[in-house]
């Protein structure tokens, strides 16, 4: 099947990213930075490559003068391969049945080349737009953007506002984000020989009695209805040494998503108070807060209004919506960026074997990409 340019183009581009292996933790986004640098130069933009870390660069491409400015971001870093490719190998892009396989064809090397094309589109119809463009291939999403986003922010990156391809499905886009607290519960108990309960503590049962009580009584009534409720995960329990005693110790981990109208002081003080009350002479806890993040939404702003009005000038359905789970959207909100997420694929195969993303929804959100940023700095 004969394929147009920009078709060629998207597929070039991402198997030549699919093919550098950038897998966190190490990441190795040194190795396609040079290949990045020079796309971007092909476009007679300004690069930057800034790394925190000798192997984990972010290259951050700029064109144009205007005061208005909008940053495009996605990443380079993948998961681990993981077991059960069938189609190819992780490293090796295959083109089977208009799609692009391999780890990172949508998260996030797929996109990027969505993000590259959609920019040099723009440039060419528009080579004295009103504004400023920064195209940013970033480092350390799939961990904790301690070498990528955070990094960035912190050297006093800045931008009006951002669109991170990096989330969200092709039909819609986030502009909110839950906020994520993750807990660690270690319970202390007394071991004994398990025929013998009188005089034993059990670590472990004392452990789900609390985490039951939790998953219960852990709710709020009030917070903004565009997000769902609370939710709890208990993600890890250890405890206990062998069938005939009593454990002394175990621990749990919880993962704890709450929406926006509650802050993580309140859910934090809220388990404390939980715990206090489940605590006496025979259960003992002491709790450890490993990661938290506030809530956000990016409010009225002329990035959605100009996406929505994107979509709707190529008769592609979109829906606004809030989302359980971070991305660094919120980094670059919080930052003073408001940013919104979408992502050229109407399957996300993300983190799976055999991952892969559509030819054909590569080109629609070329289109997308191309009238929101129209729209965007026409917008007065």
Same mark, same amino acid.
């Given at each position: 099947?004969?394929?147009?340019?920009?078709?060629?183009g998207?597929?070039d581009?991402?198997?030549?990213?699919?093919a550098?292996?950038?897998?966190?933790?190490f990441g190795?986004?040194?190795?396609?930075a040079?290949y990045?640098?020079?796309?971007?130069?092909?476009?007679?933009m300004? *690069?930057?490559?800034?790394?925190?870390k000798?192997n984990?660069?972010?290259?951050?491409g700029?064109?144009?003068?205007?005061?208005?400015s909008l940053?495009?971001?996605?990443h380079m870093?993948?998961?681990?391969?993981g077991?059960?490719w069938?189609?190819?190998?992780?490293?090796?892009?295959?083109?089977?049945?208009?799609?692009?396989?391999?780890?990172?064809?949508?998260?996030?090397?797929?996109p990027f080349? *969505?993000?590259?094309?959609?920019? /040099?589109? !723009?440039?060419?119809?528009?080579?004295a737009?009103?504004?400023k463009?920064?195209?940013v291939?970033m480092a350390?999403?799939?961990?904790?953007n301690?070498y990528?986003?955070?990094?960035l922010?912190?050297?006093?990156?800045?931008?009006?506002a951002?669109?991170?391809i990096?989330?969200?499905?092709?039909n819609s886009f986030?502009?909110?984000e839950?906020?994520?607290?993750?807990?660690?519960?270690?319970?202390?108990g007394k071991?004994?020989?398990?025929?013998?309960?009188?005089?034993?503590?059990?670590?472990?049962?004392?452990?789900?009695?609390?985490i039951?009580?939790?998953?219960?009584?852990? /709710?709020?009534?009030?917070f903004?209805?565009r997000f769902?409720?609370?939710?709890?995960n208990t993600?890890?329990?250890?405890?206990?040494?062998?069938?005939?005693?009593?454990?002394a110790?175990?621990?749990?981990?919880?993962?704890?998503?709450?929406?926006l109208?509650?802050?993580?002081k309140?859910?934090?003080?809220?388990? =404390?108070?939980l715990?206090?009350?489940?605590?006496?002479?025979?259960?003992? !806890?002491?709790?450890?807060i490993?990661?938290?993040?506030?809530?956000?939404?990016? =409010?009225?702003?002329?990035?959605?209004?100009? !996406?929505?009005k994107?979509?709707?000038?190529?008769n592609?359905?979109?829906k606004?919506?809030?989302?359980?789970?971070?991305? *660094?959207?919120?980094?670059f909100?919080q930052?003073g960026?408001?940013?919104?997420?979408?992502?050229?694929?109407?399957?996300?195969?993300a983190?799976?074997p055999?991952?892969?993303?559509?030819? /054909?929804?590569?080109?629609?959100?070329?289109?997308?990409? *191309?009238?929101?940023?129209?729209?965007?700095f026409?917008?007065?």
């Amino acid at each position: 099947m004969k394929r147009s340019l920009l078709q060629q183009g998207l597929i070039d581009i991402t198997s030549k990213l699919i093919a550098f292996n950038t897998v966190t933790p190490f990441g190795n986004e040194t190795t396609c930075a040079p290949y990045i640098s020079k796309l971007l130069k092909e476009l007679n933009m300004k *690069v930057k490559v800034l790394a925190k870390k000798k192997n984990r660069a972010n290259v951050i491409g700029e064109i144009g003068s205007g005061k208005k400015s909008l940053v495009i971001a996605c990443h380079m870093d993948t998961v681990e391969f993981g077991k059960g490719w069938k189609i190819t190998d992780p490293l090796k892009p295959a083109i089977k049945n208009g799609r692009i396989y391999g780890r990172g064809a949508v998260d996030d090397k797929g996109p990027f080349a *969505v993000a590259y094309c959609a920019v /040099k589109k !723009f440039i060419q119809k528009h080579p004295a737009f009103d504004g400023k463009i920064y195209l940013v291939a970033m480092a350390d999403e799939e961990d904790d953007n301690i070498y990528g986003a955070k990094f960035l922010l912190q050297k006093g990156f800045k931008a009006d506002a951002g669109l991170m391809i990096d989330g969200g499905y092709l039909n819609s886009f986030d502009y909110g984000e839950k906020g994520c607290i993750q807990i660690k519960i270690e319970s202390f108990g007394k071991q004994e020989h398990s025929g013998l309960q009188e005089h034993g503590q059990n670590a472990v049962e004392n452990l789900i009695d609390l985490i039951s009580i939790l998953k219960n009584d852990l /709710k709020f009534e009030k917070f903004d209805k565009r997000f769902t409720p609370l939710h709890l995960n208990t993600s890890l329990i250890t405890g206990g040494e062998m069938a005939n005693s009593i454990p002394a110790y175990a621990f749990g981990q919880m993962d704890i998503r709450f929406p926006l109208g509650i802050s993580s002081k309140e859910v934090i003080g809220k388990i =404390e108070m939980l715990v206090k009350s489940t605590s006496g002479t025979n259960k003992k !806890f002491k709790i450890s807060i490993l990661y938290a993040t506030e809530p956000h939404v990016v =409010e009225s702003h002329e990035l959605i209004t100009s !996406f929505k009005k994107a979509a709707k000038m190529i008769n592609l359905p979109m829906k606004a919506i809030t989302i359980g789970g971070n991305s *660094v959207a919120k980094e670059f909100t919080q930052a003073g960026i408001p940013s919104i997420v979408h992502v050229p694929a109407s399957v996300y195969t993300a983190h799976e074997p055999d991952e892969y993303i559509s030819i /054909k929804e590569m080109g629609t959100s070329v289109k997308l990409y *191309v009238a929101f940023f129209e729209k965007y700095f026409t917008t007065k």
